[in-house]
Structure formats: C-alpha cells, structure tokens
C-alpha cells in the first residue's frame, strides 16, 4: 500500500487546519446577539439534557468532518497497492522438439499428450511444435493461439498414436539422409525461435530423443547445443532410453552433457507414464529460474478511503440535520 | 449627537393625539399625595384628574366639571433610578437593546416630571460603581442625565447588580420621593425585598420591568446569542426543542408571576415593557393603576 501523490497529505492538512483557523475565527466574530439572564433558559433541566444532546451531535459532526475530510484527502492522494510480477512467466517460449524415428513415436504420444493438458493452463505461453527424424519439419510454430495448439496437438497425438494411419503427419521427415540426425533437428528447433538476438524471453526446448544417430547430421549434437547456448535457449532431454549400457549409454551420457551445457536438464525416462512427472519438473525449473527481475505494477485501490468518506460523509449530514432542527 | 429627549417628546404627542391632550400630565399629577392648601385658580377638568379635586359649587354654575388648582408647596422630587450594567446592552422581548427602551421610559417619566415643574434626579451604575446625579428641573438637565444613561449601558459595561443602587438609595436620600425603577427581569432574592421594604416606607417606587429577549419558544431569537453576564453561548436550535421550550415558558411565567406578586404585596406598582412602541402606554396605564391602588 502506498500513496502515489503523498505530498497531497500535508498539503491537504495545512489548508484544513487553515479552513478550519478561519472558520474558528469567523464564529468569533460573527454576530451572536447578547441576551441577559440567560438562566432563565440555562438552568432549565431539560435545556441542559438538550445541550448535552447538542454537544453529542456536535461532536459527531467533528469527527465525521475529520473522517471526510482524511478519506477524500487519501482517496485524493492515489492510494495503490504494488504488485510485483515476473513476467518473464508469461515470456516464456517452448517449442517440443520431437524426434519421429521409430523408436521414439511411444515417447513423443505422451509428450504430446501431457502438453494437451497444459496447455489449458497456459497464459501469454507461446508453444511450437518440431519434428524430425533426418530432418526437421515445424508442424506449428511458436503461438499463443491455443486453439490452434490444442488442435495440432489433438492431431499430433492421433498421428503418434499407435494405430495410426496419418503418415502425412510425418511427411518431410525423411528428406535427409538416414535417420534420427539429432542435432540438425535441435538446430532446427533452436533457430526456429522467432527474433532470437533482438528479444529476451525465455526459450526452452523439451527434445524427445535416444540419441541413436543413424546418418551424417549437417550439426552434431555438441554444435547443436552451443548454438543454443549461445542463444541462450535450454534444452530439456528426455530419453526412453533409461539406465542401459553400451552404445545407448554413451549416446545417452553425451545427451545429458549436451542438454545440461545448455542450463537446462536431462531425463531418462522408464516408461511412458512418467512424462507428465518429467514435464512437471521441467515447468517447475522453469518457474524457479524465472523468479528473476520482479516488475512493480501500480493499481489504485480507492475502495476503501472513498467508503470511509461517504461514511464521514452521512454522518456530517445526519449530525447537521440533528444539530439545525 | 441626537436629543434622546426629542425622541421621547415624539412618542408621548403621538400618544397624547392618539388618547386626550393632557391625559399624561394628569395622570402624573395625582402620583403625588401631598397638596397644599393655597388655592391658585379653576380649570376644566381633565381625565385623570382627582374626583376629590373638583370644585362641586364651581362646576354646578358654570355646568362643566372644573378642577381645583393648587400652588404646589415644594417641588417634588423625582429620582430616576437605573441599571446601567452590561445587562442593559442585551436584547430586550421586542428585538431592541433594552438600554433605548429604558432612556424612552426614563425619558418619559422624567418630561412630565419637568413639565410639572418638579426636579429630576438619576441613580444609576452597575454592580462595581454607582452614579448620582442631583436633582433638577430643567429639560437640558434631564437631556443630560439620559445621555449618561445611554452612555454608560453598553457591553463593556461592568455586570449588572440593580441592588447596588438601591442599597446607595437607601444610604443617601433623607427625603420623600418618588423613584421610577428601570429594572429588567431579575430575579427578586431577599437581599432586593429587603432594600425595597426599606426604600418603600420612605418613598413611592414605581417600578418598570424591561422584558428580557426570549430564548426559546416560537419568538424566540433567531439567532445564536450569549449572556452578557458570563458570555455563556447558548445555540438557538436548543430553544426549539419542544420539550425545552415549554419547560422555559414555564419557568418565565413563573419568574414573572413572583416579582408580580412580589410587587403586588409591597405596594409597587410594575409594569412590563417588551418594545419602545409600548412605552408611553404602559406608563399611563402604570401611572393609572398607581393612583388607583391608593
């Protein structure tokens, strides 16, 4: 709670109490008529119950005056509760960045499904959608048209679905040669970010991949994740592939180090099930990384002083209908 | 400075055209009890005039009532008696200060004093200094004594004590007079009954009360007002409470009804005046009550 023209205040005060000087002064000098024997009056008993009346609705014409003129005066000062938002929150940026191969279609159906999900709750969050597998095809990109997310999403899930039978969904896919070049799709997703030098907002990438790479990538992965780290975009891996060995466990420790050089993080994922837990930590890091540079936004809340003067306000007109019969 | 004397002739020829020319000086005339014996002359009789003054045979002949006329022995004295507190500043019934409607009575009392041919004096003052000025025949000489009336009434005033005065009455006078009281609505305590028990067995008193401004009821002030005597504010929407305003009636008319019966029982004859419009009258009517009353 503050005041925004706090110097209203003293301002205010030094011309009541000047009103208030003049007013005093004014009654001095104003023309009461000089009577004698005003005991004949005073020393009724039922005169001094009505003075005593008088006094009492006087004293409630004072103190209303008061309550008047400091609620206007407050309500004339701007009092306005400061809110401090990060709205980094509403910056933020996520573009999923399937990869399409084989191996990783279960995978990328519960990806897709979980943002389904969130995607209700998002606010001012734009989200897009890559895909690739030898190379990468934006399916959507970045939006806050949810409508339009949440229905890409629908057919997304449809075309990731097990029975399915939507192969176009994944045509362009194959256009490079081999399979699953992980880091030209990360490239893909990383430059597909919109006015990347000129606006800071916050930029993650969810990258559904094993790392099985299968072909000559134009970028490999380590290049791929220094681009976007020097875009400052985050890359959250998510492997199917759990604790394995072999050849799967190097790709996967070089997926975690490359994901992790990016400021963002490395999952390995058991099952399906466990993507919502996954995209729920991604969303949590998110927010705790978020919480920097707080901006003070202003509202007037004039509710409670304007109530406070119409109260002061009837009782000022209660007491002088009371105290002039 | 105006003649307040003037103004006072003013009122009493209005009157005097209004009622029969002469009434007044009658009226005057029969407040004195003594008479000489030393014949002067006849003249028509007037109202007011003594029943026992008619000269009978004189009248039988001529077939008009004639009056005998006197040579007056001495002159009498009249003493103006007067509170000249802060009091007397305030508002009176009728909505004037109270101090013009006292010279107007004063005034009037004292002209046909003069015109009679008998001297007048004045006491007045407040409750801390008491003035005397002899008594004189000349209307220069009443002039002067209701220009100090109307000089020293004002609300710098000290507070009035109508008691002082008559407590200096009561030490200084050694002889018979007539005393016209221009008092306001005081309370009478037994300090007051004691002094006019005292100044009665020696003097006439005629006594004129000036109506103080009503404080509440439906003539009462429009204004807000404060008492002269303690500068007490008093709000003029408390006397239109319904409950105080009949409480106050009462209690006026009570306060009247004492100094009345008060009066009544002592042989003073008072009168009320709440206006300078009725000053003339009800000194006639006082004046006739007071030969009546003998």
Known sequence: MALIFWWLLPVGLAVAAGAAWLVFRSRRTADAAPVAHADRLTGLPSYQRALGRHRRWLWVLCASAVLLAGAALTAAARPAQQHSIRPEQ???????????????????????????????????????????????????PLTD???????????????????????????????????????????????????????????????????????????????????????????????????????????????????????????????????????????????????GAPVVSVADVP??????????????????????? | MPSLLTRVKSKMFVFAHRRARGMLDGEYASVFRGRSLDFDDLRAYIPGDEVRDIDWKASARVGAPLIKRYVAVRRQTVLLVADTGRNMAALARGGEVKKDIAVMALGVVGYLAVRHGDNVGLVHGDAGHTAARPAKGTEGHLEQLLQSVDAAATLEAGSSDL?????????????????????????????????????????????????????????????????????????????????????????????????????????????????????VGTLFSLLERHRRAR
């Open chain 2, 163 to 279: 008691k002082t005065q008559l407590a200096h009455i009561s030490r200084s006078y050694a002889t018979r007079m007539l005393l016209f009281v221009v008092a306001d609505e005081l309370a009478l305590d037994e300090e007051t009954a004691r002094l006019l028990r005292r100044l009665q067995a020696q003097h006439e008193i005629l006594w004129v009360q000036i109506r103080d401004a009503e404080l509440a009821g439906e003539h009462a002030l429009a204004l807000d007002s404060y008492d002269v005597a303690d500068r007490q504010a008093i709000a003029a929407a408390l006397g239109r409470d319904a409950e105080v305003a009949r409480d106050y009636a009462d209690a006026v008319a009570a306060r009247s009804e004492a100094t009345a019966s008060f009066m009544a029982a002592r042989g003073i004859v008072m009168a009320q005046i709440g206006h300078s419009s009725e000053v």
């Open chain 1, 145 to 291: 048209d949810y409508e339009l997310v949440k229905e890409q999403l629908d057919v997304a899930r449809t075309a990731l679905g097990l029975d399915s039978d939507n192969f176009g969904f994944f045509e362009g896919t194959y256009a490079g040669a081999g399979s699953s070049l992980i880091g030209d799709g990360l490239a893909s997703c990383v430059t597909g970010f919109p006015k990347l030098d000129s606006e800071q907002r916050s930029r993650t990438v969810v990258l559904a991949t094993d790392n099985l790479l299968a072909g000559t990538p134009l970028f490999t992965l380590d290049e791929a994740a220094a681009l976007a780290q020097s875009s400052k975009v985050r890359v959250y891996a998510i492997n199917p592939n759990g604790q394995e060995s072999g050849k799967a466990a190097t790709a996967a420790q070089r997926l975690q180090d490359a994901a992790t050089a990016t400021g963002g993080g490395y999952f390995a994922l058991d099952n399906a099930d466990a993507v919502s837990k996954i995209v729920g930590q991604v969303q949590s890091t998110e927010a705790a990384r978020l919480t």
């Open chain 1, 90 to 140: 509403a910056n933020r940026d996520i573009v999923l960045c399937l990869d399409v191969s084989g191996s990783m279609v279960e995978t990328d159906a519960a990806i897709v499904n979980v943002f389904t999900q969130l995607v209700k709750e998002f606010e001012g969050e734009r989200i897009g959608l890559t895909i690739f597998d030898s190379s990468a095809v934006q399916v959507f």
């Open chain 1, 303 to 325: 509710a409670l002083p304007l109530v406070l003067a119409l109260v002061g306000l009837a009782g000022m007109l209660l007491a002088l209908w009371k105290v002039r019969p």
